[in-house]
Nanobody, 117 residues
C-alpha cells in the first residue's frame, strides 16, 4: 500500500534551517508529482510546495515560503525533500507530504517544526 513517512522536523531558532524528508513506498515514486503542506492548529492545511514527476523540473511555492524554502527529489531514494532556510516563528506547524494515486490522496503523518527563540 502507499505510504509516506516524513522526518527531519524539530525545534530551531528564528533564522535557522531544517531539511525535511519524505520517503514514499508502495508506488512508482518517480512517476508522481509530490507536495508539501503545513498545518497550524485551528487553521486549514496550506500547500507550500510542489515538484513535478520524473526529473522535477517544475516547482511551485506558496508566497509565504518563496525564496526561503526549496523542494527537491531523489527518485533513486524515493524521497522528496524540503530545505527550509531563514525560518520564522510563523513557520511553526506540522509539515506533511502528499501524493495522489488514481485520484486518491495519500498523506504522511507529519513532522512538527517549531521556530522559537
Amino acid at each position: 500500500q502507499v505510504q509516506l513517512v516524513e522526518s527531519g522536523g524539530g525545534s530551531v531558532q528564528p533564522g535557522g534551517s531544517l531539511r525535511l524528508s519524505c520517503i514514499g513506498s508502495g508506488f512508482t515514486f518517480y512517476r508522481h508529482m509530490m507536495y508539501w503542506y503545513r498545518q497550524v492548529p485551528g487553521k486549514e492545511r496550506e500547500q507550500i510546495a510542489l515538484i513535478s514527476n520524473a526529473g522535477g523540473g517544475y516547482k511551485n511555492y506558496a508566497a509565504s515560503v518563496e525564496g526561503r524554502f526549496t523542494i527537491s527529489r531523489d527518485n533513486a531514494k524515493n524521497t522528496v525533500y524540503l530545505q527550509m532556510d531563514s525560518l520564522k516563528p510563523e513557520d511553526t506547524a506540522v509539515y506533511y507530504c502528499r501524493t495522489t494515486q488514481t485520484g486518491v490522496e495519500y498523506w504522511g503523518r507529519g513532522t512538527q517544526v517549531t521556530v522559537a527563540s
